[in-house]
């Protein structure tokens, strides 16, 4: 099973930033696309962004103008750029490989706290 192992999370401020990296032990990263989520305390996890193997990207509405997904395959790397993040952005974030929109495997994820 691919590993995928995230960091970046932690407690930040209304209005701050923040960068999520998501690593995946693979060496097939390119032929895959890539997806973050979230689920915060009490409600169902939910898509945030994906990217394709192509780089084409794909935002939920809540997010979109506000966070930023991107790939580094060199690095076997995805990325989430965070700006202006709300209280109601405070989640679990997760990452995960796809095959299309299906999810392969998740990573363990990473806390973000955003206060207010």
């Known amino acids: 099973q691919v590993q995928l192992v995230e960091s970046g999370g932690g407690l930040v401020q209304a209005g701050g930033s923040l960068r999520l990296s998501c690593l995946a032990k693979?060496?097939?990263?390119?032929?895959?696309?890539m997806g973050w989520y979230r689920q915060a305390p009490g409600k169902q996890r939910e898509l945030v962004a994906t990217?394709?193997?192509?780089?084409?990207?794909n935002y939920a509405d809540s997010v979109k103008g506000r966070f930023t997904i991107s790939r580094d395959n060199a690095k076997n790397t995805v990325y989430l750029q965070m700006n202006s993040l709300k209280s109601e952005d405070t989640a679990v974030y997760y990452c995960?490989?796809?095959?299309?929109?299906?999810?392969?495997?998740w990573g363990q994820g990473t806390q973000v706290t955003v206060s207010s």
């Open positions: 693979t060496i097939s990263f390119s032929f895959y696309a």
């Open positions: 990217i394709t193997s192509g780089s084409s990207t």
């Open positions: 995960a490989r796809q095959d299309g929109s299906r999810i392969i495997n």
